[in-house]
């Protein structure tokens, strides 16, 4: 997969998660659930949802899910936090300014640069840190695919009227420092660290259909091995999973339903 065809899984996933979180806020939920899309070839074979779980952890299960459905792309969206960037300091950082660069890496609580994964979420939740104007609220996509290329939006937002209403905030300079930092590998808004080695990882471990070649590699074979791994993953309540199907691909929708799985065409 090329490096274009990655960022338009990133684009079609951050058209989704945005409407997923503004029905939620209609809906008075404060907080939505991680997605993973699991692609084979062009197709998007399978969505986990789960709850509750960091960012490295829930790069083990995107691992997990490349391995197990022999997948050639993730892509991941979850809730998190990310630097207050104003747009001002941005562009004096990505210019080249030290100082503003500095300023933007900097823990406000400890006065030094953020040196953990899941410090800023300390920083949020712990020191007040979003009413402070400390840290943001965003959504993060990223997308992996075996070639080890990836690809990552943020979407920072905030609520408006004691939280009735969700306003996505636009940060395109902001946006390109995040990949600048994304690049480089450094600071929490780098998806590089325990997220992406986790990705990286998972995505470089043969897969079942590697290890276990499929004598048939017919659609039905594959939808029943889909089957099998989703079952896997629910009954160890790691995930919930939905199986996806072309509407044209009689074959695996029969072989499904047969499993007793919910399928979900495209």
């Known amino acids: 997969m090329s490096v274009v065809q990655l960022a338009e899984r990133v684009e079609r996933a951050v058209v989704g998660i945005r409407k997923t979180k503004e029905w939620a806020t209609r809906k008075g939920r404060a907080d939505i659930a991680a997605q993973i ?53 941005v562009q004096r950082a990505a210019a080249g300014d030290e100082e503003a660069h500095a300023a933007l890496m900097r823990n406000p609580v400890t006065g030094r640069p953020y040196e953990y ?25 990223v997308a992996v695919n075996r070639a080890g290329d990836m690809d990552i939006r943020n979407l920072p937002f905030h609520y408006a009227s004691n939280g009735r209403y969700l306003m996505w905030d636009h940060v395109a300079a902001a946006e390109k420092w995040w990949r600048d930092q994304r690049d480089k590998g450094e600071g929490e808004t780098s998806v ?75």
């Open 37 to 89: 899309e699991v692609y084979r070839g062009d197709q998007m074979v399978a969505l986990l949802t789960v709850n509750g779980l960091s960012a490295d952890i829930l790069g083990k299960l995107g691992g997990l899910s490349a391995h197990a459905f022999d997948a050639d792309t993730l892509v991941l969206s979850f809730e998190t936090y990310g630097t207050v960037t104003d747009p001002e300091l």
């Open 192 to 266: 590089r660290g325990g997220l992406a080695d986790a990705l990286i990882t998972g995505m470089n471990i043969p897969s079942m259909g590697q290890i276990l070649p499929d004598p048939q590699n017919t659609e039905m074979s594959r939808a029943e091995r889909d089957a099998w791994a989703a079952e896997f993953i629910q009954r160890a309540r790691l995930a919930a999973v939905i199986l996806c199907s072309p509407e044209d691909n009689g074959d695996r929708v029969r072989t499904l339903k047969r499993a007793g799985m919910r399928d979900m065409r495209g």
């Open 117 to 141: 994964v899941g410090q800023i979420r300390e920083v949020a939740e712990e020191h007040d840190g979003i009413a402070k104007g400390w840290v943001t609220e965003m959504i993060t996509v």
